[in-house]
């Protein structure tokens, strides 16, 4: 059975065209077709009309038609989540709530609800029955001398990558478990559900961009201001039309389904299995799930699984995560240093570019978000108080900055230090940015329901450091690879922060309007949710501000990696 998943995703994929159309937006032309010979009559034939618009000019015009209808035969749905059935909502997120609940009610033809009970069956098999016995220390280095003659061939700075928080084996089926099941609950409702692409496409039916940003899915959101997004859409499915969206559909249906079956496949076989077949379902899953959520993200523009998409890539790079601490500690450093930390740094420096430090200080950005999410809110009363508070919103803002900024700098800056003070450090901001989903989850709806999942994974990662003595030898016939690993790594926290530097330097040479968002989403976005840009605006000082954190983190990793081991030091 396993060997026959890659066949079917191979098969599901033959039905999409090879020939790929363009990969940046088509110029939209509209002609009139020639009517042709037809039978003599006294009136003549009508011409077709030019101003019936054609649904890839205006993708929102179907969703618009089906929207009344789905609330009407889903009202006590309605009455019981009124945050899902907001007419003012974008065209988006009524798209997103209309496939969840078909994804609810249809997938398979039995809903997916049911497969909520095979995924927990298949995780607690694997987790239970998949215990390994502690290894012998036999063939590892037992002594500080050994570790340090591995070390002596090593890179002093694929060792420094190699070293820190541990996530195992059974750390990461938790996690793909807890995944599975925010998808096939819809948890992230109205943001993107990554198992709804088939529904989406079967109630749309068209590519989501639209003859102007009004008349696609884009309008509302950051991204529609500088037109950077690329239009993936356009290379998966060139010939997205009418006629050819039930296909498609199909087609990641098919996916769908295999993506499934891998991933539970893969919680249910015991750990020694992972170096053969467990792993390549993992990575079939993670492949398939990877796709479908970057077409996902051009229907529904929202951040919440860019994070989960880089981790699930970086985990198919360790096959051998059940057996080398050195597999482990490099994906638990590549969750916290390249992922968690830069990600929400990304959030903190764009809400100071956008919104200023003086607005940041006094909270005032946050009073216009909880007035306009009153609706949304689970408890209406406390945004009403919150937004007419005088100390409250600068409360929030002080806890929101250090989430977004000050913490993740100082994580940053801390990376490769195993005290009790870094551990601590680690947690509490772990925790404080738990805390502020929690809050934004109850003021203002669901929202980066997946980043729960990587933060108790990253939490549990830093209470269980490596353990330097158990640390295998890099052979020389793995360096490349630890080299690839580390390149990854390195590479994805250059992109956050050139990110962000791209985005003012674009503002200062007048690329992108002063007053508009500089936002391209795909791979990463700017991550500039509640902020406005408005003449107050300071590009330059917050250019300035990039380019002495940008200095500091990489200042301290190569004085890191410059020093030498810990072990040579005869410390810990």
């Given at each position: 059975?396993?060997?026959?998943?890659p066949?079917?995703?191979?098969?599901?994929?033959?039905?999409?065209?090879?020939?790929?159309?363009?990969?940046?937006?088509?110029?939209?032309?509209?002609?009139?077709?020639?009517?042709?010979?037809?039978?003599?009559?006294?009136?003549?034939?009508?011409?077709?009309?030019?101003?019936?618009?054609?649904p890839?000019?205006?993708?929102?015009?179907?969703?618009?038609?089906?929207?009344?209808?789905?609330?009407?035969?889903?009202?006590?749905?309605?009455?019981?989540?009124?945050?899902?059935?907001?007419?003012?909502?974008?065209?988006?997120?009524?798209?997103?709530?209309?496939?969840?609940s078909?994804?609810?009610?249809?997938?398979?033809?039995?809903?997916?609800?049911?497969?909520?009970?095979?995924?927990l069956?298949?995780?607690?098999?694997?987790?239970?029955?998949?215990?390994?016995?502690?290894?012998?220390?036999?063939?590892?280095?037992?002594?500080?001398?050994?570790?340090?003659g591995?070390?002596?061939?090593?890179?002093?700075?694929?060792?420094?990558?190699?070293?820190?928080?541990?996530?195992?084996?059974?750390?990461?089926?938790?996690?793909?478990?807890?995944?599975?099941?925010?998808?096939?609950l819809?948890?992230?409702?109205?943001?993107?559900?990554?198992?709804?692409?088939?529904?989406?496409?079967?109630?749309?039916?068209?590519?989501?961009?639209?003859?102007?940003?009004?008349?696609?899915?884009?309008?509302?959101?950051?991204?529609?201001?500088?037109?950077?997004?690329?239009?993936?859409?356009?290379?998966?499915?060139?010939?997205l039309?009418?006629?050819?969206?039930?296909?498609?559909?199909?087609?990641?249906?098919?996916?769908?389904?295999?993506?499934?079956?891998?991933?539970?496949?893969?919680?249910?076989?015991?750990?020694a299995?992972?170096?053969?077949?467990?792993?390549?379902?993992?990575?079939?899953?993670?492949?398939?799930y990877?796709?479908?959520?970057s077409?996902?993200?051009?229907?529904?523009?929202?951040?919440?699984?860019h994070?989960?998409?880089?981790?699930?890539?970086?985990?198919?790079?360790?096959?051998?995560?059940?057996?080398?601490?050195?597999?482990?500690?490099?994906?638990?450093?590549?969750?916290?240093?390249?992922l968690?930390?830069?990600?929400?740094?990304?959030?903190?420096?764009?809400?100071?570019?956008?919104?200023?430090?003086?607005?940041?200080?006094?909270?005032?950005?946050?009073?216009?978000?909880?007035?306009?999410?009153?609706?949304?809110?689970?408890?209406?009363?406390?945004?009403?108080?919150?937004?007419?508070s005088?100390?409250a919103?600068?409360?929030?803002?002080?806890?929101?900055?250090?989430?977004?900024?000050?913490?993740?700098?100082?994580?940053?800056?801390?990376?490769?230090?195993?005290?009790?003070f870094?551990?601590?450090?680690?947690?509490?901001?772990?925790?404080l940015?738990?805390?502020?989903?929690?809050?934004?989850?109850?003021?203002?709806?669901?929202?980066?329901?997946?980043?729960?999942?990587?933060?108790?994974?990253?939490?549990?990662?830093?209470?269980?450091?490596?353990?330097?003595?158990?640390?295998?030898?890099?052979?020389?016939?793995?360096?490349?690879?630890?080299?690839?690993?580390?390149?990854?790594?390195?590479?994805?926290?250059?992109?956050?922060?050139?990110?962000?530097?791209?985005?003012?330097?674009?503002?200062?040479?007048?690329?992108?309007?002063?007053?508009?968002?500089h936002?391209?989403?795909?791979?990463?976005?700017?991550?500039?949710?509640?902020?406005?840009?408005?003449?107050?605006?300071?590009?330059?000082?917050?250019?300035?501000?990039?380019?002495?954190?940008?200095?500091?983190?990489?200042?301290?990793?190569?004085?890191?990696?410059?020093?030498?081991?810990?072990?040579d030091?005869?410390?810990?």
């Open positions: 059975m396993i060997s026959m998943l066949l079917l995703g191979v098969l599901a994929l033959q039905a999409i065209p090879r020939q790929a159309a363009a990969f940046s937006r088509p110029n939209f032309v509209k002609l009139e077709a020639d009517p042709g010979p037809g039978p003599i009559t006294l009136t003549p034939s009508p011409k077709p009309s030019l101003s019936e618009p054609l890839n000019d205006v993708p929102i015009l179907r969703p618009l038609q089906q929207w009344p209808e789905w609330k009407r035969s889903h009202a006590h749905l309605c009455s019981l989540f009124r945050g899902l059935c907001m007419e003012h909502d974008s065209v988006a997120f009524k798209v997103s709530t209309m496939a969840i078909d994804l609810w009610e249809k997938m398979l033809g039995i809903g997916s609800g049911w497969f909520v009970l095979v995924v069956a298949c995780a607690a098999s694997g987790l239970l029955g998949g215990r390994r016995m502690p290894e012998s220390p036999q063939g590892k280095p037992s002594s500080a001398s050994g570790e340090r591995s070390r002596e061939g090593t890179c002093h700075f694929v060792d420094w990558w190699s070293d820190g928080p541990r996530i195992t084996l059974a750390s990461l089926k938790v996690f793909v478990t807890a995944l599975l099941l925010v998808e096939l819809g948890l992230a409702a109205p943001e993107e559900d990554v198992l709804t692409l088939p529904e989406i496409i079967r109630r749309v039916r068209a590519h989501p961009y639209g003859k102007t940003v009004e008349l696609g899915f884009l309008s509302g959101f950051t991204v529609a201001d500088s037109q950077l997004l690329p239009r993936l859409t356009y290379l998966f499915m060139p010939n039309n009418d006629s050819t969206a039930d296909s498609y559909a199909a087609v990641f249906s098919v996916l769908r389904a295999s993506l499934l079956a891998s991933w539970c496949t893969f919680l249910a076989l015991p750990s299995s992972w170096p053969a077949s467990s792993w390549r379902c993992f990575v079939y899953g993670a492949f398939v990877v796709a479908m959520a077409l996902v993200i051009m229907y529904i523009p929202c951040y919440d699984s994070a989960t998409c880089f981790f699930l890539l970086a985990a198919c790079m360790v096959p051998s995560l059940e057996t080398s601490q050195r597999s482990q500690a490099w994906l638990g450093k590549f969750l916290l240093v390249s968690l930390a830069p990600f929400y740094l990304s959030a903190g420096v764009s809400k100071l570019r956008y919104g200023g430090w003086a607005s940041m200080l006094s909270g005032s950005w946050l009073r216009p978000t909880l007035a306009a999410t009153v609706d949304r809110s689970i408890f209406p009363g406390l945004n009403t108080w919150l937004s007419q005088t100390w919103p600068a409360m929030m803002s002080f806890g929101v900055l250090s989430a977004e900024f000050l913490l993740p700098v100082l994580v940053l800056c801390t990376a490769s230090s195993s005290t009790n870094s551990r601590w450090l680690r947690t509490c901001w772990i925790l940015v738990a805390l502020f989903h929690v809050v934004c989850l109850t003021l203002v709806g669901p929202n980066f329901v997946r980043q729960i999942a990587l933060l108790a994974l990253s939490y549990y990662s830093v209470w269980h450091p490596t353990d330097s003595a158990d640390k295998e030898v890099i052979e020389m016939s793995e360096t490349r690879v630890w080299l690839c690993r580390v390149g990854y790594a390195v590479v994805l926290l250059m992109l956050w922060l050139c990110n962000q530097l791209w985005s003012d330097i674009d503002h200062i040479r007048g690329a992108t309007p002063h007053d508009s968002y936002d391209m989403l795909w791979p990463v976005g700017e991550l500039s949710m509640y902020v406005f840009p408005s003449a107050s605006s300071n590009y330059l000082r917050s250019l300035f501000l990039e380019i002495v954190i940008a200095s500091l983190i990489c200042l301290r990793i190569h004085f890191d990696v410059s020093q030498p081991p810990l072990s030091k005869g410390g810990t």
